[in-house]
């Protein structure tokens, strides 16, 4: 018969208990557990909510969907208790993310669907009497009041539907007496109460019933066969009626536990004792037995104080005589607990990792632990290994927590090896240990570090694009994806060019490339940021200064700023004769844009027009004579000095020196005439020395003006005007070298006129820069020094006008300012100026004539 289920709620400190009967029907509600313990649907499912339980079936399932338990398998309460009341299933109820745990306790309550039998006909757990019937034999001189006892009938239902009372039918001699204690029948007594006549009635036959209280009522009979027998007037007496014994549990077989003791007033057989247990029934059944001469009773059985804590033995005393007359104890064995069961630990939770930015208490995982022991043997203590960060907390009885202790930190520790020992109290104390093995999962809290501060790399010039300067190493203390670097260049310019076009970074391995070939005349050394950034999510990053330093190449060639070489120029050095030993002529002055030992010049001799007479410094460049002049020794010296760096392989150049032996300008002149256009001197020659005279005349007129009208002014501001001088501009060529510290070139003033071919873009330029003994003609020069050695000129065109130029030194201007008057110093100084205009017609026309001499030249 089904009964709805009765519902009990309370929930105390995550506990629900429910009460239903047994025999429900497979996906009966038991209850709507989401609601009693006050949670969403959605944190079932989100948690995984599952059902932990130690017993071997299931008989309840949680429905997350619905958050209901429901019943999974019969549930047979006599098969799951036995005789045990209350009878209750235990369980909790697991959550993950977080982890929670809920104690569930459900009681089973019992219904009537067993009736007292007395033969056990199958494995329903129907019990029966051990006989289906009884024959006694009776003295007819048994007394009213003899007790005959009978055995039991047992019943697995409990409560109102167990075993209630027995009747015994026909009820002419005997009547049934009921021992009860504490509401339950312990034993039965059928009793004599008119005496038996043999002669009446030799045979009798009674029926005894069992009945339960359920409704429906069902019961059980047995039939009870008696033969009257002669007299036997005394029964067996027990010392004792109740006899307590106790046993440990794990006794080994065959161990006596107590002995029984009877006496009969009887002699003979009728007073030879007999001992027999009356009835074994429950957790009695092969576990003792008694020695039928002495009443020694021993153990048959194991004992084990976890399934029984008590034994409780019926034992007859009959005699040998016909009578038939016995007597009844009880036997009360209590087994001692001794700590044979160790802790058993259940891990609850499947999960073995956590993350590393877990907070401290985080729940790692729940622990069981139970130990079947009593008192101080089930009273456990559980710990776990030291210098971890996990703690062991006790959240309820038999429940322990495993919680972080302080914060994780996968780069120090990747996982952790934690044992759990639990131990009872018990002597000696037992123990048991499992491992949880727990890894810790990475978060990207470390940015990539570089293995130094700064980087610097060297790159020699003209290199080839894409070739790899050297290599970024950065290191992520994280796993996996977190640690994964990538490169990067950080956004910047360098002469407001992106640092991108200069070099490259592979993302993956770090190693830096040249975008373009480095020129270390241009560029010597830049600087750059790089980034490393992981692949976590947020990226982390950290940045790192590159420093590239370009070395020179010998990839240049020595360069000659003085004395400057055109295609057509004639360039010559005075060196008077009577000129030291050591004399300084001039010096070399060449440059190297390459750096370092490249650009170390050294100066070499190659060949000279004479026999030796000069000689040049190897370091300085310096051109001196190491003899004497003689009158052997040619006007025109031409010297060819090469100026070779210090590189590997080296390079070079070469330079053409022209040096004038002689004594005075006209000597030089004519020398240096000679060889060009002598054929083309006497044409129209008169028209250029009319021309020069015009133009010297010219010259004389606008100094004499120039000079009168500075000397007026000057009179008219001071009375000392005889004590000043004209104004000297200096000015310097661009690039040239300063010679004047070497102290062999005297100081020279000089104008410089240009003329071109367009009067309005002439210009005049005054300076104070120039050279001893030096004549320069070049009727094909075709730019200034720094052009010449820097690029070609727009004036190496054809059609360009040329440059004409002379620098007269101190002694030769003075001789012709004395002589100019003479007709011979005329007509020589007429023949020269003929002849450099008949050459640079058309050309622009520059003439360098000291201030001071032109005064000296008009005042003669």
């Excluded at 809920?102 to 089973?108: H, M």
């Excluded at 000129?579 to 190659?606: E, P």
């Excluded at 028209?687 to 004389?700: E, G, N």
């Excluded at 002849?835 to 032109?854: C, D, E, G, M, R």
Aim: proline share 4%; charged share 20%.
């Amino acid at each position: 018969t089904a009964y709805p289920p009765v519902l009990h709620l309370f929930s105390v400190l995550g506990q629900v208990s429910y009460t239903i009967p047994e025999e429900m029907a497979k996906g009966s509600v038991v209850g709507n557990i989401a609601q009693d313990l006050g949670l969403d649907v959605k944190r079932l499912k989100s948690g995984k909510a599952r059902i932990f339980t130690r017993e071997s079936i299931e008989y309840v399932e949680l429905n997350r969907e619905r958050g209901v338990l429901v019943i999974k398998d019969r549930i047979d309460r006599e098969a799951i208790c036995r005789q045990t009341t209350p009878c209750a299933l235990h369980f909790q109820i697991i959550l993950e993310n977080p982890m929670e745990f809920y104690s569930i306790s459900i009681e089973i309550t019992d219904v009537n669907d067993n009736a007292p039998v007395f033969q056990k006909k199958d494995v329903t757990f129907k019990i029966i009497f051990e006989k289906l019937d009884v024959k006694l034999k009776i003295s007819e001189s048994a007394v009213s009041g003899a007790k005959f006892i009978l055995d039991m009938a047992n019943d697995p239902d409990v409560g109102t539907n167990g075993l209630k009372t027995y009747i015994l039918k026909p009820t002419n001699n005997f009547a049934l007496k009921l021992h009860n204690q504490g509401g339950d029948i312990k034993f039965i007594e059928m009793v004599l109460e008119k005496p038996l006549d043999r002669e009446q009635h030799e045979t009798l036959s009674l029926v005894l019933t069992a009945v339960d209280g359920g409704e429906p009522q069902m019961s059980g009979t047995m039939q009870i066969l008696i033969s009257v027998l002669d007299a036997n007037d005394n029964a067996p007496v027990f010392t004792q009626s109740v006899y307590k014994a106790s046993i440990k549990e794990g006794a080994p077989l065959g161990t006596i536990v107590t002995t029984v003791t009877a006496t009969d007033a009887d002699d003979g057989d009728n007073g030879k004792i007999t001992y027999s247990v009356s009835s074994k029934s429950g957790n009695t059944l092969g576990m003792f037995k008694i020695n039928e001469e002495n009443g020694a009773v021993t153990l048959t059985g194991n004992i084990d104080y976890e399934k029984a804590r008590t034994f409780e033995i019926n034992i007859r005393a009959s005699n040998n005589d016909e009578g038939g007359l016995v007597d009844s104890c009880k036997l009360i064995v209590d087994v001692i607990d001794v700590n044979d069961n160790t802790p058993d630990i259940h891990i609850m939770s499947k999960s073995n990792v956590i993350s590393e930015d877990a907070k401290p208490n985080t729940v790692v995982t729940m622990i069981n632990i139970e130990d079947a022991d009593s008192g101080e043997n089930g009273k456990v203590k559980c710990s776990i290994n030291d210098d971890i960060p996990f703690a062991l907390r006790s959240t309820s009885n038999n429940f322990f927590s495993l919680v972080t202790d302080s914060d994780l930190d996968r780069e120090k520790e990747s996982g952790y090896n934690i044992s759990v020992t639990c131990s009872d109290e018990g002597v000696p104390t037992l123990s048991s240990s499992v491992t949880i093995d727990l890894q810790i999962l990475d978060v990207n809290d470390n940015a990539p570090v570089f293995l130094k501060k700064s980087y610097e790399g060297h790159i020699i010039e003209n290199n080839v694009q894409g070739v790899s300067i050297f290599t970024l190493n950065a290191r992520d203390a994280d796993w996996n994806q977190n640690a994964r670097v990538s490169y990067m260049l950080e956004d910047s310019s360098l002469n407001g060019v992106p640092v991108s076009s200069y070099v490259s970074v592979s993302a993956d391995s770090g190693v830096i490339h040249a975008v373009r070939s480095f020129d270390y005349e241009q560029i010597k050394d830049f600087q750059f940021r790089v980034k490393a950034q992981d692949g976590g999510s947020p990226p982390l990053s950290s940045n790192v200064s590159v420093k590239i330093l370009i070395q020179d190449q010998n990839d240049n060639a020595p360069q000659v700023l003085y004395p400057v070489q055109t295609g057509g120029s004639l360039v010559a050095e005075m060196v008077p004769r009577s000129a030291d030993v050591g004399y300084l002529v001039t010096k070399v002055v060449a440059v190297d844009l390459d750096s370092g030992q490249n650009a170390w010049l050294s100066y070499k001799l190659q060949k000279a027009t004479d026999r030796p007479l000069f000689e040049v410094g190897l370091q300085n460049g310096e051109i001196r004579t190491i003899r004497q002049v003689t009158d052997k020794d040619a006007v025109k010296q031409r010297l060819t000095v090469i100026v070779e760096d210090n590189g590997q392989p080296s390079r070079s150049a070469t330079v053409i020196v022209n040096v004038a032996v002689a004594d005075s300008f006209p000597e030089v002149l004519s020398e240096f005439t000679d060889f060009t256009h002598d054929k083309e001197y006497n044409d129209n020659l008169t028209f250029y020395l009319v021309l020069a005279l015009a133009v010297v005349s010219f010259l004389f007129i606008t100094c004499l003006v120039v000079i009168i009208s500075v000397k007026i002014y000057r009179w008219r501001q001071s009375r000392i005007l005889y004590h000043s001088s004209l104004p000297v501009i200096p000015y310097y060529p661009p690039r040239y070298s300063d010679t004047l510290g070497t102290g062999t070139l005297q100081h020279v003033y000089n104008y410089e006129v240009c003329r071109t071919t367009d009067s309005r873009k002439s210009d005049c330029k005054f300076g104070n820069a120039g050279s001893q003994n030096v004549l320069i003609m070049d009727p094909s020069s075709t730019g200034t020094m720094q052009r010449i050695q820097s690029e070609k000129s727009i004036l190496d065109e054809p059609d360009s006008p040329l440059e004409f130029i002379i620098l007269l030194t101190s002694s030769t201007m003075d001789s012709y300012c004395f002589d100019f008057m003479n007709r011979k110093a005329i007509f020589n100084f007429l023949i020269f100026l003929f002849f450099q205009l008949k050459a640079f017609s058309n050309t622009k026309f520059v003439l360098h004539i000291i201030p001071t001499y032109i005064q000296g030249f008009l005042i003669h």
